[in-house]
């Protein structure tokens, strides 16, 4: 997905953002997007997903709550071998991209337009080798126990096609298999819900680190997005949305590192920010924010 950066040229005009403008950017001064950006994506949408599509040939169904992911990639899923789809299953077994799972990634708050990214792995299906438990976390040990009792398969991914926004890539296998999910994804929503929830002023206070222009017909603004660079914040209006990347200083590969992260995007903004809501009337009229309710060490953001 790509993004407008917070300190946009002033000559930039906010019909930008009726028009819901999206534009490949750096993520902050001479830095860039990584080259296995769409690998990370490919590999979060999975390990978060609570559904996916299976395709065989002209089949397709929808599992829920029957896939996980080990640490190289491959999709374990859990489908009964005597039924139809587990029947499909053993026919194209070993059958190289025979097999097709299709992933869609949302933004885990209530927005508009909250598709992230589609993700389409063709791969090919074996049986699963509990011989391949010894190289597995401890967590990726119980997310197998979690799977429905019945006959686990491994689909070995072949291609991997990531579609964002307009930005369409294709990730090879030995990028895939190479690259782990970004390491705030599993956390991702709960830290995003917190802040809406509870910490309404510590949007209010980042979005002064926007440039107003991108946010002057906005009717709110709220955080769609957290990773190891930075917070998405998306400006809504009537018509469309924007969103803005605001860049952490150093990249967070935790809980930890990203209260850290987040201290410092509220300090630069502090002599940002007036008396007055940052975007008009966006925040003086939405219901004010329930307290926070966690202990300081765990929550961890100051109050704006």
Known sequence: MAFHPGDWPA??????????????TALAGTRILPTDHHAVISRSALSTATSLRLCLGDTSVDLIQS??????????LAVDAMSPTGGLLVAARGRPGE????????????VRSRVRARVRVTGTA????????ESCDADTVMSLLDLPPV???AVQPVEVAVTSGDDEALVGASTYRATCPDPL?????????HLIRHHRDAVDQLTTLVNPELTATATR????AVDADGVVLRAEAPDGHLDVRLPFARRVTCSTDLTAGLRDLLAKAAPHRSGGSPHGTATETAAPAAGCDL???????PSA
């Open 67 to 76: 896939h996980a992911v080990l640490p190289d990639g491959t999709v374990i």
């Open 151 to 153: 006959a686990l398969w």
């Open 185 to 193: 994804a599993a956390v991702e929503a709960t830290h995003l819900q």
């Open 126 to 133: 074996h049986r699963f080798d509990p011989a391949n438990l």
């Open 11 to 24: 000559s930039l005009t906010s019909s930008a953002l009726a028009r819901g403008a999206m534009s490949e």
């Open 99 to 110: 097999v097709q799972l299709d992933v869609t990634q949302l933004v885990p708050v209530a």
């Open 221 to 224: 603004v709220v955080p769609v």
């Open 295 to 301: 202990p300081a060490t765990e929550c961890g953001i």
